[in-house]
C-alpha cells in the first residue's frame, strides 16, 4: 500500500499562488506515477497534473502555464505550484499514486485539501 498525504491548501485572492504537497509513504519504491486530481463544486473530479517515475509531465490544458509539478525523492514528496490562481480553481484537490506489483496494478488516493479562490 502507499499512504498519501496532502497539505498546502487554504484561501487565496485570485492571481495569487499556493503550493501543495503530497507526502508518500510504504511502498514508494513501486510508484509509477503520482498525479493531482480536483473536484470542484457540482464537477467530476479531473486530471490537474501528473509525474512519472522518471520525472516526466503532462498538465491538463486548464492549467498550462500556470501550475507546475515537482518532486523531491529524497522526501518522498510531490509537490503542485499554483500560480495565477483563479476562481475556477477552486476544489478539493486529491493526490494519486499508481503503483505495480507482480504485474498487478494499483492505485491510493489522499484525503483531499481545499483550494478556495476568492474573488
Known amino acids: 500500500q502507499v499512504q498519501l498525504v496532502e497539505s498546502g491548501g487554504g484561501l487565496v485572492q485570485v492571481g495569487g499562488s499556493l503550493r501543495l504537497s503530497c507526502a508518500a509513504s510504504?511502498?514508494?519504491?513501486?510508484?509509477?506515477?503520482i498525479g493531482w486530481y480536483r473536484q470542484g463544486p457540482g464537477k467530476q473530479r479531473e486530471l490537474v497534473a501528473v509525474?512519472?517515475?522518471?520525472?516526466?509531465?503532462n498538465y491538463a490544458d486548464s492549467v498550462k502555464g500556470r501550475f507546475t509539478i515537482s518532486r523531491d525523492n529524497a522526501k518522498n514528496t510531490v509537490y503542485l505550484q499554483m500560480n495565477s490562481l483563479k476562481p475556477e480553481d477552486t476544489a478539493v484537490y486529491y493526490c494519486?499514486?499508481?503503483?505495480?506489483?507482480?504485474?498487478?496494478?494499483?492505485?491510493?488516493w489522499g484525503q483531499g485539501t481545499q483550494v478556495t479562490v476568492s474573488s
Open positions: 494519486n499514486a499508481k503503483w505495480s506489483r507482480w504485474g498487478t496494478s494499483y492505485e491510493n
Open positions: 509525474i512519472s517515475s522518471g520525472s516526466s509531465t
Open positions: 510504504g511502498t514508494t519504491s513501486r510508484i509509477n506515477a
